[in-house]
Every structure is written in C-alpha cells, then in structure tokens.
C-alpha cells in the first residue's frame, strides 16, 4: 500500500514539475495554482520519507562510506531546491499572492532566483530519480505487471530494503 501510495505521489510530483517548468505553455494562473496545491503534494512525500530520513541521518556520522549518503545530501539538496523555488515563486507572483490581497513590493533579484533554482532543482529531480532507479522499475512492475502474472512472485528486495523507500 505504501509503495503503491508513494510510487503515485512520485508521479504527481514529477508531471506537476515539468508542466511547470513551461510557464509559457500553461499559462501563469495554471502555473501558479498547480504549483502552490502541489505544496501540500510535497509535504505527503516529505512525511513518507521522513523515517528514512531520521535513520540516515543518525548513521550519516557514524558510518563515514555507505552507499546512501549521496542519496541523503542530494535529498537535502532537493528540498533547498522546492524550498528556495516556492518562496521566490511567491515574491513574484501575480496571481495567487494578489489574490490574497497582498502587495509585493517588487520583485528585485527574485525572478532571476526562481528561474535559477528552476533549472538546478530539475537538474537534482534527474539525479535523483536515477539512483532511485531500481526502486522505481521495482515498484512499476509490482503495481502494474505483477497482479496479471500466472506465477506467484517473490518480493523484490529493493522494495523492502528500508534505504529504497
Ligand atoms: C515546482 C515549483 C515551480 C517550478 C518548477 C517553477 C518554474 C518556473 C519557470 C521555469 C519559470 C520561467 C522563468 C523564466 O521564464 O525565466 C517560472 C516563472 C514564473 N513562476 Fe514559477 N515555478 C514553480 C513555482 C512557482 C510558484 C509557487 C509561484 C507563485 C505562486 C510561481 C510563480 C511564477 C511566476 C509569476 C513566473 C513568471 C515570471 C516572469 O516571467 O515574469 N512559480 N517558474
């Protein structure tokens, strides 16, 4: 349930990041409400992974070489991404914060940090997936091969091992 749960926000989260890396395309309202409901997206998949968060954190400084610590610092990175995305997406929003009925003073340096943060977020979100690979074919075969398959499967490790989640 878990996995079937995850692997679908993954997919959310991943299709609501390229429709808004075309702002151009969607137009600004779409871009603006997609990404602003896509917050609360976040933060279901922040919770998911917060166990494995916690856990390599408290061995990140005991064990000096496991092969999850690139994972763990690129993770950190991407949240810095989302987290320096939303904010400046706020500073210059025209849609969603003037709907609040609030003023922004001007948006100064903010565009060209949204933008920035844009490209190098959709460059960690790639690195990311790619070590996340084998859990993501795993889970792809689980929930959409497996239940039409004749023979009983076996569980694929990379599905419980804890460090794939
Ligand atoms: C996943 C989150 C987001 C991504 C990937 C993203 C990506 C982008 C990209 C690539 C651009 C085009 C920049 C350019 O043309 O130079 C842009 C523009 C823009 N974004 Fe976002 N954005 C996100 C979230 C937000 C949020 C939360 C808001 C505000 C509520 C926002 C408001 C804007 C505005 C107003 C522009 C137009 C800037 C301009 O051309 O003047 N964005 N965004």
Do not use: C, Q
Not at 61 to 90: C, D, E, M, P, Q
Not at 111 to 139: C, E, F, P, Q, Y
Request: proline fraction near 2%; aromatic fraction near 12%.
């Amino acid at each position: 349930m878990k996995i079937k749960l995850n692997f679908w926000i993954d997919v959310a989260i991943f299709s609501i990041f390229l429709i808004a890396m075309e702002p151009g395309a969607s137009g600004i309202s779409i871009h603006e409400w997609l990404t602003t409901a896509a917050v609360a997206v976040l933060i279901v998949h922040f919770v998911l992974h917060w166990d494995w968060f916690m856990k390599l954190t408290s061995r990140f400084f005991v064990k000096l070489l496991h092969s999850s610590r690139l994972n763990y610092l690129l993770s950190i990175a991407l949240f810095l991404g989302f987290i320096t995305l939303i904010v400046s997406g706020f500073a210059i929003s025209e849609k969603v914060i003037p709907a609040l009925g609030i003023e922004m003073a001007g948006r100064g340096a903010w565009k060209r940090i949204h933008d920035l943060s844009a490209n190098l977020t959709l460059l960690i979100i790639a690195v990311h997936i790619a070590l996340r690979w084998d859990w993501l074919t795993a889970a792809f075969v689980k929930i959409f091969i497996a239940p039409f398959a004749k023979e009983k499967k076996i569980e694929n490790p990379v599905l419980v091992e804890e460090d794939g989640i």
